[in-house]
T-cell receptor, first 116, second 111 residues
Framework: DADVTQTPRNRITKTGKRIMLECSQTKGHDRMYWYRQDPGLGLRLIYYSFDVKDINKGEISDGYSVSRQAQAKFSLSLESAIPNQTALYFC???????????????FGPGTRLTVL | TQLLEQSPQFLSIQEGENLTVYCNSS?????LQWYRQEPGEGPVLLVT?????EVKKLKRLTFQFGDARKDSSLHITAAQPGDTGLYLCAGARGSGSRLTFGEGTQLTVNP
């Protein structure tokens, strides 16, 4: 079984629609992240959460919102999707509570989102 | 502003050749990680380097952290088609802090 799962894996939507991407993890990690990946730009951080009651903006949070429903679940919403939000979206987890402390991250398989 | 710059952006070589990928910054990082990403999948952690001058080896892959902890390199010896993928470096500027990713190097190893 995958440790970090994302749903859906692919989504095509229209401009103005509300979209939710979901992430679940069975690793027991406290920290969760949402990134988007665009060609030539690497991974850019959208939002991150250090625990259930903690939400932090990343580099590119405008147009996005998140919800940490439980330690294992972190969802990303696009309230009104626009074409330049077309990208690959990745959820990641890390555990800094007792391991290396270097924030080594474990990624889900990604969601390919296309906004027409 | 991209804090971590990777070069080259694209690299296509023949099986058996050696290659080096670079990750450079003007900023100091407390640790630096290398990930490999294959099509349709998320990045997978290869290694973390934390000490200036540190060298780590993972089979045919050799990772080095610069003495000043501002840069890193990944050297692959005798590349194989299975090494094909997007290689990403990522730096942390403090223990447990969020990561900054480079743009990635897309490596293709042709049989």
């Amino acid at each position: 079984d995958a440790d970090v799962t994302q749903t859906p894996r692919n989504r095509i939507t229209k401009t103005g629609k509300r979209i939710m991407l979901e992430c679940s993890q069975t690793k027991g990690h406290d920290r969760m992240y949402w990134y988007r990946q665009d060609p030539g730009l690497g991974l850019r951080l959208i939002y991150y959460s250090f625990d259930v009651k903690d939400i932090n903006k990343g580099e590119i949070s405008d147009g996005y919102s998140v919800s940490r429903q439980a330690q294992a679940k972190f969802s990303l919403s696009l309230e009104s999707a626009i074409p330049n939000q077309t990208a690959l979206y990745f959820c990641a987890t890390s555990d800094t509570s007792g391991t290396s402390g270097y924030n080594e991250q474990f990624f889900g398989p990604g969601t390919r989102l296309t906004v027409l | 502003t991209q804090l971590l710059e990777q070069s080259p952006q694209f690299l296509s070589i023949q099986e058996g050749e050696n290659l080096t990928v670079y990750c450079n910054s003007s900023s100091v990082f407390s640790s630096l990680q290398w990930y490999r990403q294959e099509p349709g999948e998320g990045p997978v952690l290869l290694v973390t380097v934390v000490t200036g001058g540190e060298v780590k080896k993972l089979k045919r892959l050799t990772f080095q952290f610069g003495d000043a902890r501002k840069d890193s390199s990944l050297h692959i010896t005798a590349a194989q088609p299975g090494d094909t993928g997007l290689y990403l470096c990522a730096g942390a500027r403090g223990s447990g802090s969020r990561l900054t990713f480079g743009e990635g190097t897309q490596l293709t190893v042709n049989p």
